[in-house]
Nanobody, 120 residues
């Protein structure tokens, strides 16, 4: 299984970006999908998470500004980010909890990360 993230870039404060992540490979089922942010020198923190049924959980900095969504048919997860601020800068990683074989537990898979830089 591979997760490919895209959509990062340089944006001015107050701007918007939409990140996308696609899971590919042998996928028999997908539970939670989510986005994490890692700023330089800091730990990787949850930005937003969405269940297979559409239930959403947001980190404190994302509430009211970011929207997570997913396309189950195409194994994709999106993160719409509005009102971006310099403190949102970091590498954004997608994660998905996926089953690759019947009878096996679900496992977490990570994408390679996409850099978001917000200038003031």
């Amino acid at each position: 299984v591979q997760l490919q993230a895209s959509g990062g870039g340089l944006v001015q404060a107050g701007g918007s970006l939409t990140l996308a992540c696609r899971a590919s490979g042998t996928i028999l089922g997908t539970n939670d999908m989510g986005w994490y942010r890692q700023a330089e020198g800091e730990r990787r923190d949850l930005v937003a998470q969405i269940t297979s049924g559409g239930g959403m959980l947001y980190g404190s900095t994302a509430k009211g500004r970011f929207t997570i969504s997913r396309d189950n048919a195409n194994n994709m997860v999106y993160l719409r980010m509005d009102s971006l601020q310099p403190e949102d800068t970091g590498v954004y990683y997608c994660k998905a909890n996926i089953r690759t074989r019947w009878g096996r537990d679900f496992s977490d898979y990570w994408g390679q990360g996409t850099l978001v830089t917000v200038s003031s």
